[in-house]
């Protein structure tokens, strides 16, 4: 690959570490060329000009370059718009970051999914109900990745307001038989609907259900935030 220069591209902070004593490692998420890994050199000194820019969950505008893999940070400035996110969502949003680690491959532009989290992010940070907030994120996730959400709208107009659905993994929505794996998951066509239309006031839960089992068939290895959400049992997530 040759030597590429990025100027003025819209950008996240998904994850970053320590690379020496002075310099950051930061796994960044751009709306235009995707996840990309970069170093962003003397970033840790205590004078840098980067040290109180390179915040996560804030939005940045970002300049870079070079050849390899990790390619070097040479600008970035904050980009007012966004609120400091509560401290008691914190771990909500790092669980959207590593689902966009986890599905978006390196150098794969996925403009859609940025405006989904940057949609979610400035809603978090108006200290909304945080569970319509993940919902939508997950379907959007889903959704773009073609992950196989599929909805057979007129099968769901047609179907008995009482007859429970039932989400069979690789096919898509049937309605429920005695002999289904109780595994799958149950919803029913007021929640279904519910989803569609993106109205996540109601049916909360088999939503919820549908959607992690759905994200759960695509990630094997159990998310490093949604385990732990589990765990600690303090955030609706």
């Not at 100027?7 to 950051?24: D, V």
């Not at 600008?75 to 790092?94: H, R």
């Not at 986890?102 to 940025?114: N, Q, Y």
């Not at 809603?123 to 599929?150: A, C, D, V, W």
Request: glycine fraction near 4%; charge should be positive; proline fraction near 5%.
């Amino acid at each position: 690959m040759g030597k590429v220069r990025i100027e003025n591209q819209p950008a996240f902070i998904l994850h970053q570490y320590p690379y020496s004593e002075t310099s950051l490692i930061l796994d960044i998420f751009t709306r235009e060329y995707g996840r990309v890994n970069l170093i962003a050199k003397g970033a840790k000194r205590p004078h840098s000009a980067l040290r109180a820019v390179l915040q996560i969950f804030q939005p940045l505008v970002i300049n870079y370059s070079g050849s390899g893999e990790v390619k070097t940070l040479t600008k970035a400035e904050w980009v007012n718009g966004i609120l400091p996110i509560p401290e008691k969502y914190f771990i909500s949003a790092y669980y959207m970051n590593e689902l966009i680690r986890e599905s978006c491959a390196k150098d794969d532009a996925h403009p859609e999914i940025f405006n989904s989290y940057l949609y979610a992010l400035t809603q978090i940070s108006f200290q909304k109900n945080i569970n319509p907030i993940l919902r939508q994120f997950e379907k959007s996730i889903l959704t773009h990745m073609g992950f196989g959400i599929y909805f057979n709208k007129k099968w769901i107009e047609n179907i008995n307001d009482n007859q429970l659905i039932i989400y069979e993994p690789n096919i898509g929505f049937k309605s429920r038989q005695k002999n289904d794996p109780k595994e799958w998951p149950i919803i029913t066509k007021k929640a279904l609907v519910s989803l569609i239309n993106d109205d996540y006031t109601h049916q909360q839960h088999m939503i919820k259900q549908l959607l992690r089992f759905m994200i759960s068939q695509h990630f094997k290895q159990n998310l490093k935030t949604k385990k732990l959400i589990q765990e600690l049992s303090l955030y609706e997530a």
